[in-house]
Structure formats: structure tokens, C-alpha cells
């Protein structure tokens, strides 16, 4: 990977974290009831239960692969390579939804194993 890619890569990355923090500031301060209930849901799901919270992201992982959602995907490595996951743990990952959601999911593998590695060089230089 060339230097001006993962510059590209972590740009995209702070651009993700951006928006999404945004946007989801702005969808609670909708006043919506459902979407504050939805929202916090979700972030309930992936709390350590009879399944640890690496795993339940790497679950996430897999489904947002499946479900061809590049947000998902991003979101859910962020929150993979925080929890600690490792490059080989992430490909065993990516190919169980490659097997699940078939030929389809080889775009988003592309998309995902570039913001894998850019994650994995923010971990390392202690970002």
C-alpha cells in the first residue's frame, strides 16, 4: 500500500467518525422516541452477556458483511480493532461472510480489508 493511499485511507477514516457522530447526535435530538429507543438498543446489544463484546462485533461484523452495509462494516471494525481483534482473526471473519453471503460480498471484502489495514496502522502508531 502506497503512502498516499493510507493518508486517503485515515482521511476516510476521521471522515466516517465525523459524520457518524454527527449524524447520530442530530437523530437523537430529533425527538423521536422510536429512534432514541432503537439507538439505544443497539448500543445494548453488543454489552458483554453470555457473549463477550469482541465477539458480539465480530457477529456484527459477519451480518454487516452479509448485508453488503459499508458503515456497518466500518463501524464494526472500529469497534473490532479497539476491542484488541487481530488482522488474521478479521480475515477469518471476513471469509465466513464471503461463505455466508457468496461472490456479492467481494466488493465490501475490498472496502473492508483497506479500512482494516488503516485501522490496524492507527493501532500501531498508538492512535
Known amino acids: 500500500m502506497t503512502e498516499r493511499h493510507d493518508h486517503a485511507d485515515m482521511?476516510?477514516?476521521e471522515a466516517f467518525?465525523?459524520?457518524r457522530a454527527e449524524m447520530n447526535e442530530r437523530l437523537i435530538?430529533?425527538?423521536?422516541l422510536?429512534?432514541?429507543r432503537?439507538?439505544?438498543l443497539d448500543g445494548q446489544a453488543y454489552q458483554d452477556g453470555a457473549l463477550d463484546e469482541r465477539t458480539k462485533?465480530?457477529?456484527g461484523l459477519v451480518a454487516s458483511l452479509v448485508l453488503r452495509?459499508?458503515?456497518c462494516v466500518t463501524y464494526h471494525l472500529e469497534r473490532s480493532v479497539g476491542l484488541g481483534v487481530s488482522r488474521a482473526e478479521c480475515l477469518e471473519v471476513f471469509n465466513v461472510g464471503l461463505i455466508v453471503g457468496g461472490s456479492i460480498v467481494i466488493p465490501h471484502l475490498r472496502r473492508a480489508l483497506r479500512t482494516l489495514d488503516a485501522?490496524?496502522?492507527?493501532r500501531h502508531s498508538g492512535r
Open 38 to 40: 432503537f439507538l439505544a
Open 17 to 19: 467518525r465525523a459524520f
Open 11 to 13: 482521511a476516510d477514516l
Open 34 to 36: 422510536g429512534i432514541k
Open 69 to 71: 452495509c459499508d458503515d
Open 57 to 59: 462485533e465480530l457477529l
Open 119 to 122: 485501522l490496524l496502522a492507527e
Open 29 to 32: 435530538d430529533s425527538g423521536h
